[in-house]
Each structure stands twice: as C-alpha cells, then as structure tokens.
C-alpha cells in the first residue's frame, strides 16, 4: 500500500523539470576522478509528479521531502560501489502488520538509493521470527563482522544486544528502532510520531460507537505503546468526553491466543470499538466475529479482517530508512542531531511517515467529515506538527499532566500514564492449561472458547501448562506438524 488513501497518481507537474546541469569539462591527464555529487534538490512539485509517476507512489515523495528537510545541505559524497543493510524483525514478513510494513519500507529505501545513485549496487538482508524477549541474536555480529554499512533491529527487546555489538564494531552504524539509548556514537534510535493518526482513529472510533465504551488491546506497556494508546484516548475524548475506555495487556507483542481471549473478555464489558495495538490480525477477526469493531495499528488491517476495521493508522518506515541511510553513505550518521535530540530519528505526518488509511463503509460520510475537519485543526502548530498532546490533561490516577502546554518530545519518549477516561486492567493472561504439546489455540466466540489446532510443517510448540505460539523449526532441522520438538535432517 504504498499510496495513501484518495491519493491517486496525479498528471505531470505544474512546472517541467529543472533542465540538466550543463557538460563538465574533461579532468587534465593524470588527475584524481572528482567524487560523485548527489542529484541536485529539484523542486518538489516535480519530486512530487516524479515519484508519483513509478512505482513506490506517494510515499516515497515524503521520503525524498524528509530527505530534502535534513538533508538539503549537501552538495557532494563519495558513493561507494556497494550499500549494505540488515534488519531484523520479530516476526515473519508476511504478518500483515509490523514486519510487513517495516520490509515495505526497506524495499522503499531500496528503490530511492537507486533512483538517486544508479550505479550504486543496493544489497538488504534480513531475519524474520527473532523473539524480542530471547538471548542476543548472533545475526546482529554476523551481519557487523561482514562490513554491512547499517544494522537495524525493529523490536524494543533488540537494544541492549545491539549496544554491545555496536560497541565492538564501530564501522558499522546501528538503528534501534523504538529504544531510547543513543549508546555510542555508531548507535541511534529510530521511530514515526504514529500518536498522531492514533489520534484520529481514536476520535473516528468514538463517534462511531454505539455504547460509548471502548477498549484497547494493549501490547508490552512502554512508552511507544503507552504514547500512542493515550493518543487514541484524547481523540476520543475530543470527540466525546464522557466516553469510557476499558484498556487491558497481554505482555507480548504477537501472543494470539492472549489477543483473543482479551479481546471477548473486553466485548464482556460492552466494548463496541475496540483498538488493536498488538503487531497481529488476530484482534481484529476475534472482534468480527463478536460483531464488534475495531481500528488498527502499523497496517491497513481491512484487507484481512474486512470492513469492521474502522480505520488504520500506518507507518511508512521508508521515510525514516531512506535519509539514516543518506546519512550513512554520506558518513554523517554519527553527527546527526534532530528535534529528538543526538541520533534519535523520529519523522512524522508532515513528511508522510505516519498516516491515516481510507475509513470502512460502516464510518457514516458525516462521522468522515468531522474526522477531516480534526484532521485540518489538530495536524498543524504545536512543537511537532501537531496538538494532539496541546491541552489539558489529567491521567487516570487523577495527576495534573498540563495545563495545555504542548509536551516537549522528552516527556512524550518516556511517557508512563494514560488520560483519566481510560481505565486500566493491567495484564490478563489465559487461565490454566488449555492446549498441550504441539498445538496452539484461538479465540472465536464470546464469551470465549478455546480451539487447539495443530502446529503447522517446519513449527513446534513444547509449552504444556498455557496456550502458546508454534514457533519455526531452527536451521537444520524439521517437523512435520503437531509437533513439540524439531528433528535434525
């Protein structure tokens, strides 16, 4: 989905394309190759018609825009013959969420080094499934002592492993994406201001609902998740300030049985809408099937769990990828300082990093148009492009946040509460043994009931005592399903 919603391809640009620059003259006999200059910053009307016109759409022109902002200064760098970068993922590309969005975004990195420097030879690697919460993966030492020019990790429990290897091979540049520890000079952290789609899908959500008590399907509470759940909140409390939002965890990022079970204990509560922040579809088709609605979070979720899901808010990780990546062929990584502070990445709305899908046809025009209209009042001002966290707020303990001053980005990477609507169950786990060795389960009906199904070919699961995950067979070995141990071949 690499054009935004309602954002077609538009015809040629209003002015033609800046003319080439004129022939250089041959270098005397014997002298040194002049370095290779970057293209010249064209002007974005014609940015805008030219990236448009191939095949990464729209959101590649606000990579090439954040790369016009930060790093409009240039003028020349030497582009080696080879780019070489490894990422990372915590579950497998074709999870329609998280992974898959940050893969989108690297072949959109992928596509824009091209297009700028052609005859630079582009090589991307990555490793699917490595748990967040497992002992250092050797990839990130592999990839460091292989000379890759950067090494991301997308997943939180990634940072301190990734500091330590860091730390040993200073040629190679590491981001971190959602960490907060800029370590050495070789290490920063990365992340896109989705707090503020998660706004209006907050505000989308409780103009839709019927009870007026929503719920929110929590992850691992840290600052990233915590950030963005309370953006939904304050939307909907905009849009309706007596709502109710019930808010429970399920401690992992991807635990689908949890998901399930969370999410038919929160229709319970008479939840109508229910925001799914967890990295999986499995929220979402549980709430269908409890003839409940959702929106969603990292993808479009639509395309897979149908029109209950509202709304999505996106990432488009190439407008982040793409400039750390400039900035490493141009060996400037370790001096970059953003709005963030030093080595902190963190692009939003305004150059396309964050956004907002097209709404189901169960969001009635007239709720579409006050989402617009919130969209036109709140996207613009404030400290960083937005006001979402302009106003007074109060938590759910009753603590004064603000007064309505805007919230610098230090309190917002380090946020702990959540606005005083939301009430918070903590985290709630499956009760007692459910599915046994090799098998895992899933949520369908509410109140709720449990299937064990078995594991897939090449997967296991060994946990007896709860429902848990299958998880993929290591390298070298198989299974043939239903199994709770991998064979070697």
């Not at 606000?62 to 993922?89: D, E, H, I, K, Q």
């Not at 002992?135 to 991301?152: H, M, N, Q, R």
């Not at 404030?382 to 302009?390: E, Q, S």
């Not at 369908?444 to 070919?457: D, G, Q, V």
Request: aromatic residues 10%; contains cysteine; glycine residues 8%.
């Amino acid at each position: 989905f690499l054009f935004p919603p309602g954002e077609p391809p538009r015809g040629p640009p209003a002015f033609p394309p800046p003319p080439p620059p004129p022939p250089r003259r041959p270098p005397p006999p014997g002298a040194a190759p002049p370095p290779r200059p970057l293209p010249p910053i064209p002007s974005i009307s014609f940015l805008r018609w030219s990236m448009l016109s191939r095949c990464c759409g729209q959101a590649v022109f606000a990579v090439v825009v954040l790369w016009w902002v930060v790093l409009g200064s240039w003028t020349t760098v030497a582009v080696p013959a080879v780019f070489r970068a490894g990422f990372v993922y915590d579950s497998t590309t074709n999870d329609m969420g998280w992974s898959w969005k940050h893969n989108q975004g690297v072949v959109q990195m992928h596509t824009m080094l091209l297009e700028m420097f052609p005859s630079l030879q582009v090589e991307t690697a990555y490793k699917q499934s490595v748990p967040d919460n497992a002992p250092c993966d050797p990839i990130f030492t592999t990839w460091a002592s292989k000379g890759f020019d950067l090494v991301v990790g997308t997943s939180f429990g990634y940072q301190d492993c990734m500091i330590s290897v860091a730390a040993r091979y200073p040629n190679t540049m590491f981001l971190h994406i959602s960490g907060y520890k800029t370590a050495t000079s070789n290490f920063g952290v990365g992340y896109e201001r989705l707090y503020q789609p998660m706004y209006l899908a907050g505000y989308t959500a409780a103009l839709v609902s019927q009870t007026g008590v929503l719920g929110i399907l929590g992850p691992v509470p840290i600052p990233q998740s915590i950030r963005q759940m309370a953006a939904w909140v304050l939307g909907a409390m905009a849009a309706r300030p007596n709502v109710t939002v019930h808010v429970a965890w399920t401690g992992s990022w991807n635990d689908i049985p949890v998901e399930g079970f969370v999410v038919a204990q929160l229709h319970s509560l008479n939840v109508d809408v229910v925001n799914i922040r967890t990295a999986d579809v499995e929220g979402h088709l549980v709430a269908n099937r409890n003839g409940m609605m959702s929106t969603g979070f990292s993808s479009d979720f639509r395309m897979v769990a149908g029109e209950s899901v509202l709304v999505s808010a996106t990432y488009n990780w190439g407008a982040l990828y793409t400039p750390v990546a400039l900035l490493v062929l141009n060996h400037t990584f370790a001096e970059y300082v953003g709005p963030a502070g030093v080595r902190n990445w963190w692009p939003g709305w305004d150059v396309g990093a964050s956004a907002l899908t097209d709404f189901s046809f169960m969001v009635p025009p007239a709720v579409a148009t006050q989402v617009e209209e919130e969209t036109r009042r709140v996207m613009h001002g404030g400290l960083h492009g937005d006001t979402v966290f302009c106003r007074p707020i109060v938590d759910n303990t009753g603590q004064q946040i603000t007064d309505g001053t805007c919230l610098e980005d230090s309190v917002l990477l380090s946020m702990t509460w959540l606005p005083s609507t939301a009430v918070d169950h903590g985290q709630w786990t499956l009760p007692g043994r459910v599915c046994g060795v090799g098998t895992y389960g899933t949520v369908f009906l509410s109140p709720f009931s449990i299937s064990c199904l078995p594991c897939p070919p090449g997967t296991m699961s060994a946990n007896s005592d709860t429902v848990s995950q299958c998880v993929g067979c290591p390298s070298g070995t198989f299974s043939m399903g239903n199994a709770s141990q991998c064979t070697e071949m």
